[in-house]
């Protein structure tokens, strides 16, 4: 298995950028497809970006696409997800997530680690 750390969130103004990263343990990062998922108060964990085991495919929420980047350093062992023109709709908790291989990302049930989660708050 692998063991997920987040870091990075925090307070902005709507507009502002923030960089969130997930440090992983593990031999085997390599070998899982990596996300970001985040849930604000009384909804439902919801996907936000997804990363293939090489890199080489994102994806992302409608909601996010072209101001949030996800990128990742299997030598590090890092994910990351870059976000820009931040709004108060992106608060929410921020989960980095590891996928089973050859899982459809999106999904919650795909989902064979959690980190612990890091706060965002963007404010109006």
């Known amino acids: 298995q692998v063991q997920l750390v987040e870091s990075g969130g925090g307070l902005v103004q709507a507009g502002g950028s923030l960089r969130l990263s997930c440090a992983a343990s593990?031999?085997?990062?390599?070998?899982?497809?990596m996300g970001w998922f985040r849930q604000a108060p009384g909804k439902e964990r919801e996907f936000v970006a997804g990363?293939?085991?090489?890199?080489?495919?994102?994806y992302y929420a409608d909601s996010v696409k072209g101001r949030f980047t996800i990128s990742r350093d299997n030598a590090k062992r890092m994910v990351y997800l870059q976000m820009n023109s931040l709004k108060p709709e992106d608060s929410a908790v921020y989960y980095c997530?590891?996928?089973?291989?050859?899982?459809?990302?999106?999904?919650?049930?795909?989902?064979?680690?959690w980190g612990q989660g890091t706060q965002v708050t963007v404010s109006s």
């Open positions: 997530a590891a996928h089973a291989p050859n899982s459809n990302f999106g999904s919650v049930a795909a989902v064979v680690s």
């Open positions: 593990g031999r085997t990062f390599s070998y899982f497809p």
């Open positions: 990363i293939s085991r090489s890199a080489v495919s994102t």
